[in-house]
């Protein structure tokens, strides 16, 4: 059985058969299109969103940062301390305006000037160490120096604290703080000033107290002593004279004594003697008599002082006396006193002999009579002491000489000044009015 043939379309139908599949494609491409219009427009508006909030948060951060660094000018440019920043050759890159002002220069003059060329020339070789510390250890520094304000040369005493850090680019630079600290300075001074006058006010104290002690155990020693002198001096005087006259009785009844017993009677008399001495200037010290004055020639005293107190053989006598001097109104037996006790104290300091110097001259109205030695000399600790009772450096003696000495020249309105030279000798000066002899 043949099939049917197809019926063949003609043109019109055709193309309405296209059209129909043609709107179909469309509408089914158009569903596909909007679908990704849609996403697509969602999501620049996701992100325009995005953006707005970013841009929101740039705009707040940035009001922040510029809050922040208007804070932070504020801070350094009105810090109570000056800021500055230095290169590694030490000039000024960044400075804020107390550091200006206390170096006496516009804040925009400081850039790129050398630091150094405000400290004093005297401090250069400080800050000049403090950076190669700095340099070598990489640990902060400081120090004191003196600057000189660029405006009106002033002198400020400065505070400098530096640390090493780098720039943006790596660089080396110096951070410092610089702080004027003259008032501090001047507070140091005057502390030190306080701290000097009373440690030299304390020290007054303790000598006017040391004197004071000194004082007493001097009055303590004088009482002692005038009641022992008035007490007993009498008393030891008779048997010592006892024993002087049983020293002359065993001479004469021993003409022909040995040696040895003669000896022995020569060491009696003389220890005798010195204890004679002892009792007599004891008593001398106690109670020394009136003067009994009369006109002199200063020859004439040092000659009867000589004979009564002769120079020993080791020593040289050397005599400078001034001619035509005015005679001295003095007591002349208590002054050969005085002089022959200086001239015995002379020799003593010369035991192996040396050179005793006697000379005169007139000064302010007074006669000078200077004793001198070239014997051991005394010593400075020993110069202070010296005129005091019961005060001595002999093996012999009880420390009286002197002090009785200057009460004798006092009494005779004059005194004695000492002068010495540990191994060198010493000198003894006495001075003694003049009275005019009345025509």
């Avoid at 000037?113 to 190669?132: K, T, V």
């Avoid at 004191?144 to 405006?151: C, E, G, N, Q, T």
């Avoid at 000598?207 to 005038?226: N, S, T, V, W």
């Amino acid at each position: 059985m043949k099939k049917k043939s197809a019926t063949p379309l003609d043109a019109t139908d055709l193309r309405r058969s296209a059209e129909i599949r043609l709107n179909k494609r469309k509408h089914a491409n158009q569903l596909v299109i909007n679908a990704n219009n849609q996403q697509l427009i969602h999501e620049l508006e996701v992100h325009q969103i995005e953006l707005e909030t970013q841009n929101n948060e740039l705009a707040r951060t940035r009001s922040e940062v510029e809050t922040l660094l208007e804070k932070y000018t504020n801070l350094y440019d009105f810090a109570p301390v000056g800021y500055i920043t230095l290169s590694k050759k030490g000039l000024i890159l960044e400075a804020n305006i107390p550091a200006s002002a206390l170096l006496g220069i516009k804040r925009s003059q400081l850039i790129k000037q050398p630091f150094s060329r405000f400290i004093l020339n005297e401090d250069q070789d400080i800050f000049y160490r403090q950076h190669q510390r700095l340099n070598e250890t990489g640990e902060p520094q400081s120090c004191d120096l003196m600057i000189r304000k660029a405006d009106t040369g002033l002198l400020v005493w400065a505070h400098l604290a530096s640390i090493l850090t780098q720039n943006g680019e790596g660089a080396n630079i110096f951070r410092m703080m610089v702080s004027d600290i003259s008032e501090r300075k001047r507070a140091e001074d005057e502390i030190r000033k306080l701290n000097a006058e009373l440690e030299g006010r304390v020290e007054a104290s303790n000598f006017k107290l040391q004197e004071a002690q000194e004082l007493l155990i001097r009055q303590e020693k004088l009482a002692l002593l005038g009641q022992l002198a008035g007490g007993v001096g009498h008393e030891l005087r008779r048997p010592l004279a006892v024993i002087l006259n049983a020293v002359y009785y065993l001479r004469l009844v021993q003409p022909d004594a040995d040696e040895k017993i003669r000896q022995y009677h020569n060491m009696i008399e003389q220890e005798t003697h010195s204890a004679e001495k002892i009792i007599h200037d004891l008593l001398n010290f106690a109670r020394v008599k009136s003067a009994d004055k009369e006109l002199v020639p200063v020859s004439e005293l040092i000659k009867q002082a000589l004979e009564q107190f002769p120079v020993p053989k080791l020593v040289h006598l050397k005599l400078g006396l001034a001619v035509n001097l005015p005679k001295v109104f003095i007591d002349l037996r208590q002054m050969e006193q005085v002089l022959g006790n200086l001239f015995v104290n002379a020799c003593q300091a010369m035991p192996t002999g040396g050179e005793l110097t006697i000379s005169t001259h007139q000064q302010a109205g007074m006669i000078i009579i200077s004793v001198q030695d070239t014997g051991v000399g005394i010593t400075p600790e020993n110069m202070k002491k010296l005129f005091e009772p019961l005060f001595t450096t002999k093996l012999n003696g009880i420390g009286l000489g002197l002090a009785i000495s200057q009460k004798l020249a006092e009494a005779n309105g004059g005194w004695i000044e000492a002068h010495s030279e540990p191994g060198r000798g010493s000198t003894f000066q006495i001075s003694l009015p003049v009275k005019q002899e009345s025509k």
